[in-house]
């Protein structure tokens, strides 16, 4: 029996995790790829203006704290005091801003 609930406790976390993964897709898509791309790679017109990150990039994923990216994603990036990068914290929940680090994070190959 308590096979049964471990297996079924385990199956709900698998779908729960593939649900924050789509639904960050989801998100990533529509928020941040008219910087960063589909792919992340930060070569769209917006991200050459406003020098979005490539986020395929191992080496800036290596030297990036999850915390850096959760803070860029819900307060903005600014430069000169104007932003470079909108804040997210009125559209995006700390779940989902945490699920788009979890994201971007996997767009390095």
Known sequence: MNKIFLSLAI????????????????????????????????????????????????????????EDSFKAIKEGIKKDDKFIMRPFAEKLTDAE????VAYTRGLAK
């Open 97 to 100: 801003i945490k699920a788009l």
């Open 11 to 66: 199956a709900m976390g698998m779908a729960a995790a593939t649900l924050h993964a789509e639904e960050a897709k989801v998100n990533f898509e529509a928020k941040c790829a008219s910087c960063h791309g589909k792919e992340g790679k930060g070569d769209t017109i917006m991200g050459k203006k406003y020098g979005a990150r490539d986020l395929t990039d191992l080496k800036l994923q290596a030297t990036r704290k999850d």
